[in-house]
């Protein structure tokens, strides 16, 4: 089975007697439904709803839990905890050295006693373990991303960048980084209105074209018209956000989608539950 070493991730324990009902109130991940040997998605918001900081949160023993993210956003992520602390009987804090690694294609299921390895739920079940603590395994990271953009799941930096991005925008509704009925937590309102609104309309989509795609952060465009931007790629594959609405236009218009000057077919992952709109707007205008 493939393995890639992730160098630029770190790991932050929140552990003690308050530690989940200390998460669950700030959050957007519902811990109630955090399973021992899982890692769901989560993020922590701005008051107005944007992501401020993405992470992957497990168990970590008793009233404890590890939240992975990127290293160059951690201490900023820990200063965040820590302004929210207030009297919660918690200690935050961030291992020195981060060993992650992540596990695919095959079709295992950490023990729920491993609490050095993990589900990445974000993806089928079985498909993806990330393991915490150093292995010997070959890594593979053009792998692992050609993996990744092929399963359709967005991360911060490479697809998209904090504070810039709502929850729905990367579908983190659609793989359970949302727990749309526990109760409050930052910026929960202005996520919990656009889920019974359904008014998202940035999307991650998956782009191909027939010859290698340019940079991430590539504009999309329709008749010079921006619809969206270029995240990951690998080759000829990629990760884009698009406003599908336009994007819906387009094709009903038959109009060209360009990515620079490269075209490209974009397609919503497999596994989503939303669709592109059945009445599209035009591709005019703001």
């Not at 530690?19 to 109630?32: C, G, K, P, R, Y």
């Not at 960048?161 to 729905?168: M, N």
Request: net charge negative; with cysteine.
């Amino acid at each position: 089975m493939p393995f890639a070493q992730l160098k630029d991730r770190a790991l932050i324990s929140v552990s003690g007697p308050d530690a989940e009902h200390f998460l669950q109130n700030i959050l957007t991940t519902d811990l109630d439904i955090l399973a021992p040997g899982e890692a769901k998605p989560g993020a922590l918001l701005t008051p107005q709803g944007k992501i401020l900081f993405d992470f992957l949160i497990s168990r970590d023993g008793e009233n404890a839990f590890r939240l992975e993210c990127r290293a160059d956003i951690s201490d900023g992520f820990v200063r965040r905890l820590t302004l929210y602390k207030l009297r919660a009987k918690v200690e935050i804090s961030k291992a020195d050295q981060a060993f992650v690694t992540v596990a695919w294609g095959h079709e295992s299921t950490p023990s729920q006693s491993d609490s050095a390895a993990a589900a990445d739920t974000r993806f089928p079940k079985g498909a993806v373990t990330r393991l915490y603590g150093e292995t010997d395994e070959r890594s593979d990271l053009a792998a692992w991303q050609a993996f990744r953009i092929a399963g359709g799941i967005a991360e911060s930096g490479s697809d998209y960048q904090l504070g810039d991005a709502f929850p729905h925008d990367v579908l983190l509704d659609e793989t359970g980084g949302v727990g749309f009925k526990k109760g409050c937590y930052v910026g929960q309102e202005v996520v919990s209105r656009m889920q019974h609104r359904g008014t998202a309309r940035r999307r991650v989509l998956i782009a191909s074209a027939d010859r290698p795609l340019p940079a991430p952060g590539t504009e999309l465009t329709v008749d010079g018209r921006p619809v969206g931007t270029l995240g990951s790629t690998v080759g000829t594959t990629g990760l884009a956000i698009a406003r599908i609405d336009r994007i819906k236009a387009a094709l009903d218009a038959g109009h060209s989608i360009l990515a620079g000057d490269v075209p490209v077919m974009l397609a919503i992952p497999s596994w989503a539950k939303f669709s592109f709109p059945q009445e599209a707007v035009s591709t005019e205008g703001g």
